[in-house]
């Protein structure tokens, strides 16, 4: 698959998953079936992050909340705190989008 053919295989996905999320009852079942779609457009899953279990390992508490890393272009290093990046995440869920801190090399 070209990067042009690939780029736009993953638009696709991202948007039909969006369309869907608001139907979707559980983090659990969303990453499900967003692992299932990227699968299908022949995408390598090849990180999955739990926030919740991280924030667990540290005896803190963060609600239902997963990241999908699916066939970087290259070495991806990926790397966190949970203790520091739970507290972040805290305060702006939305942080989760930036965390684990990542190198691409």
Do not use: W
């Amino acid at each position: 698959m070209s990067g042009t053919s690939q780029a736009a295989a993953v638009v696709s996905c991202m948007a039909a998953l969006m369309l869907q999320a608001h139907h979707i009852a559980t983090v659990a079942d969303a990453v499900a079936n967003i692992t299932e779609q990227l699968k299908s457009q022949g995408f390598e899953i090849t990180l999955m992050v739990d926030y919740a279990a991280a924030a667990a390992s540290v005896g803190l508490m963060f609600p239902p909340t997963q990241l999908v890393f699916a066939r970087p272009p290259r070495i991806l290093i990926v790397f966190g705190n949970p203790n520091a990046g739970t507290r972040l995440m805290q305060v702006d869920r939305r942080i989760a989008i930036d965390l684990p801190q990542k190198f691409l090399v």
